[in-house]
């Protein structure tokens, strides 16, 4: 059974950085795409951040670009994102989840569909003073 | 504000259908596969369809999707008590170079 379990969430001060991970199990690591999903309170789902399964792939959203880095460590089979420069509009939910591919690439162009499965419980950073 | 849009809110009675649309654009639902997540109260999202019409094991067959342009579409038949959810959309966006969700509908069970 594929498990996803995030961990690292809690309270900031705004500008300042905190570090999600989540632990992944019962799937070939290395092979998957990952993602970040963010979903602030009350609020809609908003995509993060992707990494392919090498790792040597990352797409960011417009809105964390600069200030998140994602990455993993497929001998831990652990994805982690690093948040710096925090603001009080990136308090949510984040949720990690198994992409069900890896990057496809056609006509010099590159994609990861946003095919989701399974997702993480989620853990909560808060972003305030 | 979503490139996807998605209506606010549905509605419907027990045993009825109902459909749930998701509005893009040539740089998005055009050229690429839509999927479709559940997210039941307090918990986290759940692939329901993907490649625009396919369903994972697990999902019940009332559940369909559908591609047409810019648009694509949720059909939820016999409606049951236990599909008040909230529904997203979401598909690859190549203005956006990612990912991008709809604002969501939110289902409501009469």
């Known amino acids: 059974e594929v498990q996803l379990l995030e961990s690292g969430g809690g309270l900031v001060q705004p500008g300042g950085s905190l570090r999600l991970s989540c632990a992944a199990s019962?799937?070939?690591?290395?092979?998957?795409?990952m993602s970040w999903v963010r979903q602030a309170p009350g609020k809609g789902l908003e995509w993060v951040s992707i990494?392919?399964?090498?790792?040597?792939?990352?797409y960011y959203a417009d809105s964390v670009k600069g200030r998140f880095t994602i990455s993993r460590d497929n001998s831990k089979n652990t994805l982690y994102v690093q948040m710096n420069s925090l603001r009080a509009e990136d308090t949510a939910v984040y949720y990690c989840?198994?992409?069900?591919?890896?990057?496809?690439?056609?006509?010099?162009?590159?994609?990861?569909?946003?095919?989701?499965?399974?997702w993480g419980q989620g853990t909560l950073v808060t972003v305030s003073s | 504000q979503s490139v996807l849009t998605q209506p606010p809110s549905a509605s419907g009675t027990p045993g009825q259908r109902v459909t749930i649309s998701c509005s893009g654009s040539?740089?998005?639902?055009?050229?690429?596969?839509v999927y479709w997540y559940q997210q039941l109260p307090g918990t986290a999202p759940k692939l329901l369809i993907y490649r625009n019409n396919q369903r994972p094991s697990g999902v019940p067959d009332r559940f369909s999707g559908s591609k047409s342009g810019t648009s694509a579409s949720l059909a939820i038949s016999g409606l049951r008590s236990e599909d008040e959810a909230e529904y997203y959309c979401?598909?690859?966006?190549?203005?956006?170079?990612?990912?991008?969700f709809g604002g969501g509908t939110k289902l409501t069970v009469l």
């Open positions: 019962g799937f070939t690591f290395t092979n998957y795409a």
């Open positions: 989840a198994k992409s069900q591919t890896d990057r496809y690439c056609t006509g010099g162009a590159c994609y990861f569909p946003p095919w989701f499965d399974p």
């Open positions: 040539s740089s998005n639902i055009v050229r690429y596969y």
């Open positions: 990494i392919s399964g090498s790792g040597g792939n990352t």
């Open positions: 979401a598909v690859w966006d190549d203005r956006l170079g990612g990912p991008v």
